[in-house]
């Protein structure tokens, strides 16, 4: 037996706003940032948890505070009951009936417990010498189900169900795992749609992302109706006529602006419009839906638990999954949220980008595709190339796909010097300001 005798937090903040790289419509100057744990034991093994949540600035003392008040629940307990019933685990820190308060299953306190979560995983993953999303998918069926907490979801997705769906994809497993260490997973770009680019700047990075191998990019839109329609146009013109460009307001639109916004634009044929309205509004997505049919609609990085993706999915308001690493309450709650998706039949397209969110949340697509959805078609995992140097195992892309990792763990460890240099201090020093 082992102890956890630690969690170390730090307040990590990268100085994006100066490059408007990240820029959107309605979050014009991120300073991608975040709000970081490192679980620590006394086994001597060299082997740490270290988990985050992504922030973009402002705020990201808050979400650490709320980190410290969840991880109070981990230290001084062994490490074994802990990480060999994650499942437990997981129930035990959301439901702390005090903290529970503060949401319920929702907001900062919800994703303090979500990077605890992920911490736990990457210690277990370090521990069984094996990439989480290997780990995962070498689950059984009813190992997987324990991880889920059904209470909530059983009027759409029942425990038995859960099951039913792992057991379908049981053939077959070790051939996809063969697959994805051969080819990866397919991974789409935003990097050329952000808001603050020149024209000049989009066509050359949508070049780009075609000549790098990208099946799909995306164009962040809904700052000016103009401006979106001669960018898209640009876009259209250099990718060609069947190339999939996606679109996403960031939940810039009222229901009807959304519909008329995206009907204005529907002539460059967007492979999907996401986040067209507020996150929480589910009848909202589903008029839009229907409004703007058949172009899909897409959402979930701000999708607050696996409740409101029950709804979407209930109330046909999306067509596409998009799982966030460090929104929801961890690794747990995101294997309902898979789970959810292949009874509704709809493909998982997780976000990503800001920091560490690549090499976080490839981790779930890949357990999707060996063990849950059991397929990558019309699945894609987004990627910006912004700041996976600061991380111990950066994402790989090779030819347009995330290569599977093979380090133990969850991929959510950032370089030690890179946590030191960036820690904030109250304003951040002009030497990175160029960097
Ligand atoms: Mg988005």
Known sequence: MSTIVSVDVSDVRFPTSQSLDGSD??????????????????????????????????????????????AEHIVGREVEPLLDDMGAASAELIGDSQLRWLGPEKGVMHMAIGAVVNAL?????????????????????????????????????????????????????AEREAQ????????????????????????????????????????????????????????????????????????????????????????????????????????????I????????????????????????MQADAISFVQIDATRVGGVNENVAILLLAAKFGLPVCPHAGGVGLCEAVQHLSMLDFVAVAGTREGRVIEFVDHLHEHFVTPTVIEGGAYRAPLTPGAGTEMLAESVRDYTWTGAHRVATAAG
């Open 289 to 312: 839906a229907r409004g703007i049919a058949p172009i899909p609609v897409a959402t979930g990085e701000h999708v607050q638990n696996r409740v409101v993706f029950k709804q979407l």
């Open 121 to 173: 995983w990457d210690l277990k993953a370090k521990r069984a010498g094996m990439p989480l999303w290997q780990l995962l998918a070498r689950m059984s069926p009813e190992e997987l189900v324990s991880l889920v907490d059904f209470r909530y979801l059983s009027d759409a997705l029942t425990r038995d169900e859960a099951l039913a769906i792992l057991r379908a994809a049981e053939p077959g497993k």
């Open 180 to 287: 994805l260490l051969e080819s990866g997973f397919p991974a789409y770009t935003t990097t050329p749609g952000w808001l603050g680019y020149s024209d000049e700047k989009l066509a050359r990075l949508c070049r780009e992302a075609m000549a790098d191998g990208f099946t799909q990019i995306k164009l962040k839109v809904g700052a000016d109706l103009d401006d979106d329609i001669r960018r898209f146009r640009i876009a259209r013109e250099v990718c060609g006529p069947d190339f999939p460009i996606a679109i996403d307001a960031n939940q810039r639109w009222d229901v009807q602006a959304a519909i008329d916004w995206v009907q204005a634009l529907a002539e460059f044929r967007p492979h999907w419009v996401e986040e067209p309205t507020s996150p929480d509004d589910v009848l909202g997505h589903a008029a």
């Open 25 to 70: 419509a309605m979050n014009p100057d991120p300073d991608y940032s975040a709000a970081y744990l490192v679980v620590r034991t006394d086994a001597g093994d060299g082997h740490e948890g270290h988990g985050f949540v992504f922030t973009i600035g402002r705020g990201n003392d808050v979400q650490l505070a709320a980190i410290g008040a969840v």
